[in-house]
């Protein structure tokens, strides 16, 4: 755990905005699931910037394969098969998916984000499964990380409230407070914390939702612009979706 932390904190700030919620520093976890092969979109998507504004909340429902992502219109819906979930972007993000053949492709690849091949990178290091950033017109930027945690004696609400209360305390946020989501489809817990100092401050989001399989999802948003943060992940963290059990 001291040499993951020390790793965090060499981190470009915009890597260690994307991997300083509770999750994040304090568990590594071992993401249990085949990696699919370039043949399943291993390739990032690197091809502009976000808009200036985010988007209404007017949405279609895109099927990719069995996984239906009900994403605002005109967003970027990422749809991963074989690790069973989906989630959307905003117009114009940047998103790989951080499986061998995604970081590979990344390597050759000139996203506009800054820094964005080593918060990708980053995030891969710590069992992340996709990463997305956007940047607006004043060059604020805010992204995306998706992660997985096997815990098969997660089970209830109860449980998940614990499990990132637990989390929350070893990564040194004793005071953190878990608001339990109202309303959610599955047992789903938010963390809001804020990162860096001075003029570089960004807002975050960390979102826990217990998924089927036994696993919790983490899905952590980060924003320079306080203005538009709320709104962006929850609308972000809404559109995450699991494919039907077989």
């Known amino acids: 755990m001291r040499n993951l932390v020390r790793q965090v904190r060499a981190l ?12 994040v520093l304090s568990v590594v976890a071992v993401l249990l699931l085949a990696w699919p092969g370039s043949d399943d979109g291993g390739e990032p998507a690197v091809d502009g910037a976000a808009t200036d504004d985010v988007p209404d909340a007017s949405s279609t429902t895109i099927a990719t394969g069995d996984i239906e992502i009900d994403a605002p219109e005109g967003w970027q819906e990422v749809a991963v098969p074989t690790l069973r979930f989906g989630v959307a972007v905003p117009p114009g993000w940047e998103t ?93 817990v938010r963390l809001r914390f804020q990162v860096g100092a001075g003029d570089e401050v960004a807002e975050g989001t960390e979102t826990l939702v217990l998924g089927p399989d036994g696993f919790v999802w983490s899905v952590t948003v980060t924003s320079d612009d306080p203005a538009i943060h709320d709104e962006l992940a929850e609308q972000i963290t809404g559109t995450l979706v699991f494919a039907p059990s077989e």
């Open 12 to 23: 470009p700030l915009r890597a260690r905005l994307a991997l300083v919620a509770a999750v």
């Open 96 to 188: 790989v998916l951080l499986s061998p053949e995604g970081m590979a492709a990344l390597s050759r690849a000139d996203p506009v984000v800054p820094g964005f091949v080593d918060n990708a990178q980053a995030a891969a290091d710590v069992a992340g499964v996709l990463y997305a950033a956007g940047m607006d017109g004043a060059g604020r930027v805010s992204d995306l990380t998706v992660r997985a945690d096997p815990q098969p004696e997660v089970t209830d609400l109860a449980g998940l409230e614990a499990y990132a209360a637990g989390l929350a305390a070893e990564a040194g946020r004793a005071d953190a407070q878990v608001e339990v989501v109202d309303g959610a489809e599955r047992p789903t």
